[in-house]
Each structure stands twice: as structure tokens, then as C-alpha cells.
């Protein structure tokens, strides 16, 4: 491997330590930043100063020294998530700070206080962290203490001129010095700085890049100015300014791509395939399970699309499995009524929030099982499939053996007493039903019985290394989120277990194999090969996107307790069919989104589901902008009704809207609603190039899939135009002499013009306020791209359309009315609005029902066969007088079993058949 840098850059201290502690063999080669004709395929990142850069055996290369740092220790490195953190934290928070500081007093030679005041809480925060310790995390040397020490190196490398206000920070002067006498990191000092010490890092420092500063998010003490502190801060240089007008002026912007079906790989072209985790039709989305997938998979899907890649978005609704059979009994219908009932209300709920599919499909169909099917096929012949006899949870009750789902009781590992029998929804650890503790029957509360059953498995151990060879080609090079790279390392340093991929179900892909047609596919087998077969019945030309991982990028979005099958079971799957599958590059997990001071739940109705947001009033444009604002991106974060009010009124009505209807309307009343001349001064490039600092960093946010932070530098670029229209007093200007008018116009055109930037920055978070705002500019359709930089698509002369507010105010008394009503379950909430619909009733006279559990219990027996019975009459198309005896009697039975709970049998009976004869309507 090679090692490409400048000489004395800090930052190849990281990769020659690593290397030096891995034993890898490293070769160094100097290269001067200001010249590159040697190098044409590395040209773009140099001309950006990105040194040091390594070269790979496979002829890739690692433009990230922290990366290059845990590429080259390999299995010497500490898996662990503190780890992770220290690294993400010395590169997004402490060099953004150190950087300025380093290059004015270090390359400089220049005291500047309030560098250091930037500088000093970081420091406190890492002193705390290695007081009396040898090293960051755990008890030997890792990339966390490697890429820290490195970066601290300018400052600390000289004991004998450590400042005063450094030596202050006992704890880090001791971890520095412990690394600093360790043959690895002496070595490579002496390597990278020719043993001239730090004096040899001036001239690098001199010419490094200076990183974007983290966003500061706003709150309610702070003003408006104070809560955008971001990198637009920072100076901007001379060149910046000059380059600024420039593009601005003369730039020229592509026409967008036209999107038409079907979608297919181009040659030559970026080709990002997307797929968002396919959600369980057995029930209404909430809000944290729309950002957890679809959004976020919408929002990135949208920016590509803004970008003139060639994209296509695919999902659909999964519709196999026990969840499904389990949601038929309780709603009393077939199957495949519950996947038709439920995929039409996921579908609306997903047009309602924008969710801009290519195509949304679902897994029950002819496609699904044909492709399944091949690949088990593939994964037979190849003898990558074992036969295991299973000890599985029999109800003897219901006569049937259990899946999962129909299993519940109190997990093994973290003593939860609700645990499903396959995953614990406390701890997120995946477990057999046979492991839970005090298990009990879903369907009739019975203790099950353990029995055999023979079962098929995938050998995952058997397809490990190919799995692992996959994993470390693509994590040098490609961007996961921080938690599904732990996940995935986790199991994999675990060791890989078989894993069975057969249920003794009904409903789901069937298995081809005698002697197993029996069974069904487990559906964390086949699920994920839904997104083959939905392609598939989008376009019969599928293959393409599919099988041609030379050509195509793909992109995975999830929650966290997916990560498992979509990045070990699933890939293993692929590579065992040995068929060109292409597999995912980029696998992006959400952590949990929380609801209030508790977790949205699904099954027990907890927060606001997809259906609530549309019956609240507010627009879907509302929820997508505060979901995203609170993506829970790197941990577990909380939708709040409070805080969604104070984000609605500060960041999109007092910053955001208040920015473009004043621009606009200041065209209107001004000048007509004609743009008028804009002649950009020297004072006017500062903020054209402020603006492309926040547009340059949109797009590397975007481009790393860190959407949360996304959104926030758009809100940036609109702060910055309100206090440039502050600042500069149009409403005094245009009052003036000629002159001053002249100026008055091209803040006026200039400001609309950023405006009509914002309406395509927005357009993948609020594709409704975008379409808005451009309506309202009457902007010509070739402004939806994406350029890296700021350039006019509203000349002189332009004629805008009507402007008009884009956002409301939300008062506090509509947020305490939807928290109050959002409270509890969805249960408690119906029933709390049944008895505010009801009469009041004396209770005086009112005695305890008396419950005989065993009565209970036999009916729920004879309710659970009898409902079977009508299931089947209706599967199998019987004759209508005998279904409706049939269901005559199964009424009946519900009676009789309402009457021994103490429920009203009138009320619940009665409900069920308004509401079923309402639905035929």
C-alpha cells in the first residue's frame, strides 16, 4: 500500500502508527499540494488539499486519514462503540475547532484567544475522559487513541514549549506522553517529520483545508443570529468571493434528467438503486416508523434525483408471516384480506406524507415466489443449506405449533415480560421461542408444550468468509451508519450460527423441497427478497438492477433491529445463490424515534400513527420538516408536541418563511414583481460565498446520507438572507437617489434569487413548501438541479407570481389539545372517546362481575376453532347460507364470551357488525 502526503502533515501520523502496530507494509510518497499532473485520477481531491491519501492493493483509494488509520489495523483495532464515537468525535468536533487554531498559532506563529476559547471545552471533555488512564477505551492502544493523539500532536509533540494553558490538562499531557515513548508512534514521528519534530508540520498546517465547524442547532434563549453559528462564520477567503461572483453570474446549470418508466441502469452513469425497509402490513405506520424508513429513504431518493442521477426507489409492504396470520385472527379475516385492507392504508398514508416512489408494491405475488424459489434452489445445489430437527412450542390447546410471533413471555437475557419468541422489543436481542421464560400462547394465553420438527437452515458459518470478504471491501470505501457497522461486526465477530428459514405456517412463500412442502419461508428469509420481486413486477427487466453490482449503487435505509438481516442473512443469501447479485453498499439505520416521555409502539397503540397526522389539520410538509429535524440519526431522540410547536414557529415561520415572503414581496411592491438588475459588489460576494459554503456542505451531508444535519444548513443559507436584508435596508434604499434605488434592486434580486436556491435545497424535506415557493416565483422548471454552487436562475426581468405566507403560526393550545388527545394508547383513547359519547350511569347499585377464568378460557377456544372454521369456508368458496351460519355461530360464541369477561356482549358485538356492514358500503 501506499501512502500519498505532503511533508510533516499530522494527519499521516495516523496511517504510519496504524500501520507500524498492524505490521503492514507501508510504503510513503511526498507529494506536493500545489501539483498533481503525476496523479490525474486522485486530481479533484487534491485540488481540495485532501492529504494524506491511500492507495489500496485494489487500486482504490481512502481519502479519509481516519478511515485509512482503521483500514490499515484491521483486526488489531478495538471493536467497540466507543471507539466509533471518539473517532466520529475527533473529526466533527474537535478538528473543525483545532484546525483554525493549529493553522494560526502553530503555522503562523500568532496568538489568537478566542481560537482558544473554541478549543478549551474540547480539550476539558477529552482531559476527563483519559484522567489517570493509559488509553481512551479499554486497556490497549486504539484507532480512537491513534487519531486523537495524531491530531493533538502539533500542539503536544514538544513537551519543552508545552504553553501554560495546555499543561493545565494534566490528564491528557500523561495519555499523550505514554503513546508518544511507545516504539509504534516514536517511529512514526520520526517517519513523517524527518526528525525535525513539530517545526515540521508548519508548512502543512499552512495549507490544509480548513473543515467545516458542526452546526450548532437553535434553541429559545437564543436569537436568531446565535442559533445558525456554523461554518459560515469562519472568514471566507479573497479566492472564495472572487469564485463566488463568478459562478454566480456566468455559472450555468444542467437540465434536469427527465424521469420516465421504467427506470434502468445507464451506462456510464451513477446509477443509485434505493430501497427503504419493507413495512409489516399488519398494522398502521407511526411516526417513527415513517422516519425510521420511507422518509428517510424519500428524502435522499429526491436529492439524488436533484443531482441528475439516475435513480430508482423501490418498496412495498410485507406481507408474509405470522404477523400477518396473527392480525387475520384478531380482525377475524383471511390473510390475504388483511394484506389488501392493510397495503391500501399504507399506501395512502405514504401519498398523504409525499413519499415519492418509483414503484410500491408488495410481496404477495407469483414474482415473489418464483424469485425465492430460485434462490433457495441456488443456495441447495450449492450445499449451503442444513436440515436440523428444531424443538418448537406446541399449543395443545389450538392443536398447532407456534411461530414467533404467536409466542410471548419474559426474555432470557434481559428479564422483559413481554418479550416476542423472536425478538425482545426492550434489549433488541434476537432469541428462539424455546428460550423465553414462562412462554404463553397468543392466541389462548395457554403454557405451550415443547416438540420437534424438522427444519431447513442457512450455514451461515459455512458462508462467512465470503460474507466477511464483502465487508471489508466495502467498509473502507463506503458509507454505513455508524450503528449498522457495529451491529454487523458484532455478529460477525460473535461467529456466525445456522440460521433456520422454515415456518410450520400457512401464509407465506412455500418451500419447494420434498419433504418440506409442508412449511412455508421464514419471513426474514424471504422478505428481503421482496425488493427483487417488487422490482421485478415494476419492470421485467429487473436483472438489470439486481444482477450488475459492477454498474449499480445500492442504498438500504432501516430502524436499527433490521440491520442483522439486511447486512449478514441476506447478503449471505445472495453470495451462497452465486448468481451476480448486486449487494448493498450503503446501509443507513436509524436509532428509535421516542414519543413523548415514553416509545411508540405499534401493538400497543403508543403516539401518532400515519392516519392520526392527516386528521390533525397540520400539513404533511410540517411533519416531514420536524421528523427530520429530530431524525434520530446517531441516537435515540424524542417526538415532542412542545418542541414541535417552538421548530414550526422559530425555524420555519420566523426564519425560513419570514425570509422568502419578504424577499418576495419586496419584488412585488417594489419593483412590480419584475426582478429587477442585480450588480454584485464586493460585499455581496461575501455572502454568495458564505452561501456556498452552507450549499457545499448541504451536499456532503446529503451525499453521507447525514440528513438531520442537511436540513439545518438550508435553515443557515435563510438565516444569512435575513440578516443580509436586515443589514442592507432595502425598504430605505429604493427610497433614495437612483443609485440607491439601483443598490435596493439587486439586494432585492439577489435575495429572491437565494429564495429560488431555497426552493430546490427544501424540495427533498418539503416537497410541497418547494413547489410553493417556486409557484409563487413563477421559476422556470430547468431550476430543480443541484449544482455545487450558487448560480442565477432569476435574471433581470423575470416576473414572479403572487406571494403569499408559507407556514402558520401553531398556538400552544392546539399542541396541549393533540397531547392531550395523542396520550395513552390507542385503546384508552377509544375508549375514553366511547364514554364521552355515552350517557352517564349511576353506579350506586353497581356490583363486581364475578369472572370464572375456566369458562374464559374454553371459550376463547371455541371462538379461536370457530373462527378457523368460517376462515376456511371462506378460502375455500362454500356456498353463502352455510358461511353465514357459520358466522352466525361464531357470533354467538363471541357473545357468550364477552357476557363471562363481564364485557357487554351487545356493545362489543354490536360495533363490530356496524362497522363491518359500513365497510361493504
Known amino acids: 500500500m501506499k501512502l500519498l502526503t505532503d511533508s510533516g502533515n499530522p494527519h499521516a501520523l495516523k496511517a504510519v502508527v496504524a500501520a507500524n502496530i498492524a505490521g503492514a507494509d507501508l510504503q510513503i510518497q511526498e507529494v506536493d499540494r500545489t501539483s498533481c499532473s503525476d496523479l490525474p485520477a486522485l486530481l479533484n481531491f487534491l485540488q481540495r488539499r485532501q492529504l ?82 493509559q488509553y481512551i477505551v479499554g486497556n490497549s492502544v486504539t484507532s480512537a487513541d491513534i487519531v486523537v493523539w495524531s491530531a493533538l500532536f502539533p500542539l503536544y509533540g514538544d513537551s519543552s514549549k508545552l504553553a501554560d494553558e495546555f499543561l493545565r490538562y494534566s490528564g491528557i499531557v500523561d495519555w499523550f506522553q505514554n503513546l508518544s515513548t511507545q516504539e509504534a508512534f516514536k517511529s512514526a514521528i520520526a517517519t513523517v517529520t524527518k526528525g525535525k519534530g513539530v517545526s515540521a508540520c508548519k508548512a502543512s498546517l499552512s495549507t490544509q483545508p480548513l473543515p467545516l465547524k458542526p452546526v450548532v442547532k437553535s434553541t429559545l434563549n437564543r436569537s436568531q443570529s446565535e442559533a445558525g453559528s456554523t461554518s459560515s462564520e469562519i472568514s471566507v477567503s479573497a479566492e472564495e468571493v472572487t469564485s463566488a461572483i463568478s459562478a454566480f453570474k456566468d455559472g450555468k446549470s444542467p437540465k434536469p434528467r427527465i424521469r420516465t418508466h421504467p427506470i434502468l441502469p445507464q451506462k456510464g452513469e451513477k446509477n443509485i438503486l434505493i430501497t427503504s425497509a ?13 422516519i425510521g424508513c420511507v422518509l428517510s429513504a424519500d428524502v435522499f431518493s429526491r436529492f439524488c434525483r436533484l443531482r441528475n442521477w439516475n435513480t430508482l426507489y423501490i418498496c412495498g409492504t410485507d406481507e408474509y408471516g405470522t404477523a400477518t396470520e396473527t392480525k387475520a385472527l384478531e380482525e377475524g379475516l383471511t390473510p390475504q384480506q388483511i394484506c389488501d385492507k392493510y397495503n391500501k392504508i399504507h399506501s395512502e398514508i405514504y401519498q398523504w406524507f ?42 395443545q390447546q389450538c392443536d398447532k405449533f407456534l411461530a414467533d410471533r404467536f409466542v410471548e413471555g419474559t426474555c432470557p437475557l434481559c428479564n422483559y415480560d413481554d418479550a416476542r419468541g423472536d425478538q425482545c422489543d426492550k434489549c433488541g436481542k434476537l432469541i428462539n421461542a424455546t428460550e423465553l421464560k414462562k412462554p404463553r400462547c397468543k392466541l389462548c394465553s395457554k403454557t405451550p408444550v415443547v416438540q420437534t420438527s424438522e427444519h431447513l437452515f442457512l450455514d451461515l458459518p459455512k458462508l462467512e468468509p465470503a460474507l466477511s470478504t464483502f465487508l471489508n471491501t466495502i467498509y473502507p470505501t463506503d458509507d454505513w451508519s455508524n450503528n449498522a457497522k457495529v451491529i454487523t461486526r458484532s455478529w460477525v465477530r460473535d461467529g456466525l450460527k445456522p440460521r433456520c428459514i422454515t415456518r410450520d405456517l400457512k401464509w407465506g412463500t412455500p418451500v419447494p423441497l420434498e419433504g418440506f412442502t409442508e412449511k412455508v419461508f421464514y419471513v426474514w428469509f424471504d422478505a428481503p427478497i421482496g425488493y427483487l420481486s417488487i422490482t421485478a413486477n415494476y419492470t421485467d427487466q429487473w436483472e438489470k438492477w439486481w444482477k450488475n453490482p459492477q454498474q449499480v449503487t445500492l442504498y438500504n435505509f432501516m430502524a436499527k433491529d433490521n440491520v442483522p438481516f439486511h447486512s449478514v442473512v441476506f447478503p449471505c443469501s445472495l453470495l451462497g445463490a452465486e448468481d451476480n447479485y448486486t449487494l448493498v453498499n450503503h446501509l443507513q439505520a436509524t436509532e428509535y424515534l421516542n414519543y413523548e416521555d415514553g416509545k411508540f409502539s405499534k401493538s400497543r397503540g403508543v403516539g401518532v400513527f400515519g392516519n392520526n397526522a392527516k386528521d390533525t389539520g397540520i400539513p404533511a410538509d410540517i411533519y416531514r420538516f420536524y421528523l427530520l429535524f429530530v431524525r434520530p440519526e446517531s441516537q435515540d431522540s424524542t417526538f415532542s408536541w412542545e418542541d414541535f410547536m417552538t421548530k414550526n414557529n422559530s425555524e420555519l415561520l420566523n426564519n425560513l418563511g419570514n425570509f422568502v415572503n419578504r424577499a418576495l414581496m419586496f419584488v412585488t411592491n417594489f419593483f412590480q414583481g419584475v426582478i429587477p438588475a442585480v450588480d454584485v459588489t464586493e460585499e455581496d460576494g461575501q455572502l454568495l460565498a458564505q452561501i456556498n459554503r452552507e450549499l457545499q456542505a448541504f451536499i456532503q451531508c446529503l451525499e453521507k446520507v447525514r440528513l438531520r444535519e442537511g436540513l439545518v444548513r438550508i435553515l443557515n443559507i435563510s438565516r444569512l438572507g435575513n440578516q443580509y436584508i436586515q443589514g442592507q435596508k432595502p425598504w430605505v434604499l429604493v427610497k433614495g437617489n437612483p443609485g440607491e434605488k439601483a443598490r435596493a434592486g439587486t439586494v432585492i434580486g439577489l435575495a429572491a434569487n437565494v429564495a429560488c436556491l431555497l426552493s430546490v435545497m427544501v424540495q427533498p424535506y418539503m416537497p410541497a413548501t418547494s413547489n410553493t415557493i417556486q409557484q409563487q416565483l413563477q421559476a422556470p422548471p430547468g431550476v430543480n438541479i443541484l449544482t455545487d454552487t450558487f448560480v442565477c436562475q432569476l435574471p433581470a426581468g423575470h416576473k414572479i407570481g403572487k406571494p403569499s405566507p408559507l407556514f402558520q403560526k401553531i398556538e400552544a393550545s392546539t399542541m396541549a389539545e393533540l397531547k392531550k388527545k395523542f396520550a395513552g394508547t390507542q385503546m384508552e383513547r377509544k375508549e375514553q372517546d366511547q364514554k364521552s359519547k355515552a350517557p352517564a350511569q349511576p353506579t350506586q347499585n353497581a356490583t363486581p362481575v364475578q369472572v370464572d377464568q375456566a369458562e374464559v378460557d374454553r371459550l376463547t377456544a371455541e371462538v379461536q376453532k370457530q373462527g378457523e372454521a368460517v376462515r376456511q369456508l371462506k378460502t375455500d368458496k362454500a356456498d353463502k347460507k352455510l358461511v353465514d351460519a357459520e358466522v352466525q355461530k361464531l357470533l354467538a360464541l363471541k357473545k357468550q364470551l364477552a357476557a363471562a369477561k363481564g364485557e357487554n356482549p351487545a356493545e362489543i358485538i354490536g360495533g363490530k357488525g356496524k362497522k363491518n356492514k359500513k365497510g361493504k358500503k
Do not use: M
Not at 59 to 69: D, E, I, P, Y
Not at 110 to 121: E, G, H, N, Q, R
Not at 278 to 290: E, F, K, M, Q, T
Not at 372 to 395: A, G, P, Y
Open 278 to 290: 419493507l413495512p409489516y402490513v399488519n398494522n398502521v405506520p407511526h411516526l417513527g416508523n415513517i
Open 354 to 395: 409525499e413519499i415519492d416512489f418509483d414503484f410500491f408494491g408488495r410481496t404477495t405475488t407469483p414474482q415473489q415466489t418464483k424469485i425465492s424459489q430460485d434462490i433457495f434452489w441456488r443456495l441447495h445445489k450449492r450445499n449451503f443449506l442444513l436440515t436440523e430437527t428444531v424443538e418448537q412450542l406446541k399449543c
Open 52 to 133: 494524506p491519501i491511500l492507495e489500496l492493493p485494489t487500486g482504490k483509494a481512502l481519502f479519509s486519514a481516519n478511515v485509512a488509520c482503521r483500514y490499515l489495523l484491521g483486526n488489531k483495532d478495538t471493536d467497540d462503540f466507543q471507539v466509533d464515537e471518539w473517532v466520529e468525535w475527533e473529526s466533527s468536533q474537535l478538528q473543525p475547532f483545532l484546525a483554525p487554531y493549529l493553522l494560526t498559532c502553530v503555522g503562523q506563529g500568532k496568538k489568537d484567544s478566542a481560537l482558544f476559547a473554541d478549543v478549551f471545552p474540547l480539550l476539558e471533555h477529552l482531559d476527563k475522559a483519559v484522567k489517570d488512564r
